[in-house]
């Protein structure tokens, strides 16, 4: 039973996208810690929650992140509440997809790390400076990802910004107006409650911005975090049984290849720009298949 288990749950970082990766993640340790929490509850043990979130929640102390590193990127897979966990998987679904398809589903669990990792450092420095945080700043703690859910859909309406999500009750809408509706939100709801979690949220926010920006001007900073992180999921993939076939090798050189590539990327380009001007809808079935491949690439 061990084993099945085990072999599923492999099989199923194996062959489930990215995307359902990270979403499987913080469904699992959703189900994990609160589980804990209701065991020792029931053998009347207090403060559970607290203690996991001191251990695994981010603080805006310098000195006690600076002794629990970890807790920078643990935070932001770390829930308790159903309703949090269930926004945050629902616009990490939507705004994943679409980040997935139009910018490559390669670069998702980089933008996720690294737009919570930009949460967190804005969250802290924030606290560290404005004077109204003085009395909390050396307790307060801030745990979700919506920081890094935040990203990734900032960032996809940065670089799709006219692209219309359909939504229920509302019609069709521009990426860029809901982007900003929830910018905006986190903003006045800073002095509302919940002051950490707003500015990790606009910390997140920021971060996706400025990497669509980068993208779009052809530079990709999380390119090489990414190339680590798929070398380390590969861990979980089954190696197939070897096989010997013989096939005529074909040499490519690199300035071919390189052409290739940049023929490739111009189509591509010119694919997001007709997007950007026209919709999604005015592409025709090939250059829609195309963009599909390359967002599975």
Avoid: C
């Amino acid at each position: 039973m061990q084993t099945s288990l085990f072999q599923e749950i492999r099989n199923f970082f194996a062959r489930g996208s990215i995307l359902a990766r990270l979403i499987g993640v913080n469904v699992a340790i959703f189900v994990a810690v609160n589980l804990i929490r209701v065991f020792f509850f029931l053998w009347n043990v207090d403060g559970t929650a607290e203690a996991m979130s001191q251990w695994l929640g981010i603080s805006s102390n310098v000195h006690v992140v600076l002794h629990r590193p970890w807790t920078l990127f643990t935070y932001m897979f770390l829930h308790f509440d159903f309703l949090h966990i269930l926004f945050n998987m629902i616009v990490l679904y939507v705004g994943g997809r679409l980040f997935s398809d139009f910018i490559g589903q390669d670069r998702l669990t980089a933008t996720y790390l690294l737009g919570g990792l930009a949460g967190a450092l804005f969250y802290i420095i924030s606290f560290n400076v404005f004077p109204v945080f003085e009395e909390v700043v050396s307790f307060s703690l801030a745990i979700g990802a919506s920081a890094s859910v935040l990203a990734i859909f900032i960032a996809i309406a940065t670089y799709m910004p006219n692209y219309q999500l359909p939504l229920l009750l509302f019609g069709r809408i521009r990426l860029k107006y809901i982007a900003i509706f929830f910018v905006v939100l986190d903003l006045i709801s800073i002095d509302q409650g919940n002051p950490g979690g707003h500015l990790a949220h606009l910390g997140g926010a920021l971060w996706g911005y400025i990497y669509a920006r980068l993208l779009r001007s052809g530079r990709d900073p999380a390119m090489v975090l990414g190339f680590y992180l798929e070398k380390m999921i590969r861990i979980f993939r089954k190696r197939p049984a070897m096989r010997v076939e013989y096939t005529r090798e074909r040499y490519v050189s690199d300035e071919d290849y390189n052409e290739q590539r940049a023929e490739q990327q111009k189509k591509i380009d010119h694919i997001l720009d007709k997007i950007s001007k026209h919709g999604y809808d005015s592409l025709t079935k090939e250059e829609k298949q195309l963009l599909f491949k390359m967002g599975d690439n």
